[in-house]
C-alpha cells in the first residue's frame, strides 16, 4: 500500500465510517477513486484531508464527508442514470460512475468541464459524459434521471430538474443563500410530480452558476 493509497483508506474509515456513513457501495466507491488525481499538483498533498480544496475558476471539489453524505442519500442503484450537476474536478463523477449505470455531468466552465474529461477518459471510467452548459437547465436531451445531484447551492429547485426526474426519483441539493450557507436537501419525487423533501443537515457550497 503506498502513501496514497493509505491516505484513502484512513478517509474512508476515519473520515466517513467513524461519521456514520454506512453504505458499503459508497464507501467502497470512495476508496477506489484516487482523489489525489482530480485536485490541482499543489494541494496533492492535502487531497484526503477533511475539508474542500480549491480547483480553479472559484470553485472548489467538496469535503470527502459531504460527497458521500450526498450520494448515500441518494441511494443510487446500479441501474440507476444520474444527472450530475457541477462537474468541478470530475471527482464525483468518478465515484457516481461505480455505483451507477451511467452518469451524465454537467460544468458551466469550460475550462473545467475539458480538464474533467481529460481526467474521466481513462478506460476505468466509461460511462461519464461531460456536457458544458447551464446546470439549472439539466440535460433535457438525456432525460428523464433516476438520481439527481446538484453539487453548487441554489436557492430553489429548478423546474428543469423536477421535469428531469423520474417519478419515484431522489435529488440531493443544497438549498439556501450562498452568502449564509445552505441546507443540503433530499427530496423524492411522487408520483403525481410533487417533491417530498427532507433536511440532512447544514453545508457551505459556492453558488450555482446559471443563465
Not at 7 to 12: F, H, I, T
Not at 171 to 178: K, Y
Request: proline share 8%; hydrophobic share 40%; charged share 20%.
Amino acid at each position: 500500500m503506498d502513501g496514497f493509497d493509505r491516505a484513502r483508506s484512513e478517509m474512508v474509515d476515519e473520515q466517513l465510517r467513524a461519521r456514520g456513513i454506512t453504505d458499503e457501495r459508497v464507501l467502497s466507491a470512495m476508496g477506489e477513486v484516487p482523489r489525489h488525481e482530480f485536485v490541482p499538483a499543489a494541494l496533492i498533498r492535502d487531497a484526503y484531508s477533511d475539508h474542500p480544496l480549491p480547483i480553479g475558476d472559484g470553485q472548489t471539489i467538496s469535503q470527502p464527508y459531504v460527497v458521500a453524505l450526498m450520494l448515500e442519500s441518494a441511494q443510487i442503484g446500479p441501474d440507476d442514470v444520474v444527472l450530475d450537476i457541477g462537474t468541478g474536478s470530475g471527482y464525483a463523477a468518478a465515484v457516481i460512475a461505480r455505483l451507477a449505470r451511467r452518469v451524465v455531468s454537467v460544468e458551466r466552465i469550460p475550462a473545467l468541464a475539458e480538464s474533467a474529461r481529460d481526467r474521466l477518459g481513462s478506460p476505468t471510467v466509461s460511462n461519464v459524459t461531460v456536457l458544458d452548459g447551464d446546470g439549472r437547465l439539466g440535460a433535457p436531451a438525456e432525460a428523464p434521471f433516476d438520481v439527481i445531484v446538484v453539487a453548487a447551492a441554489t436557492p430553489s429547485i429548478s423546474d428543469a430538474w423536477r421535469d428531469q426526474l423520474r417519478p419515484g426519483g431522489r435529488l440531493v441539493a443544497p438549498i439556501g443563500r450562498p452568502s449564509y450557507g445552505q441546507t443540503l436537501t433530499c427530496c423524492v419525487k411522487r408520483p403525481d410530480g410533487a417533491l417530498d423533501c427532507s433536511a440532512l443537515g447544514g453545508v457551505a457550497f459556492v453558488p450555482l452558476i446559471g443563465g
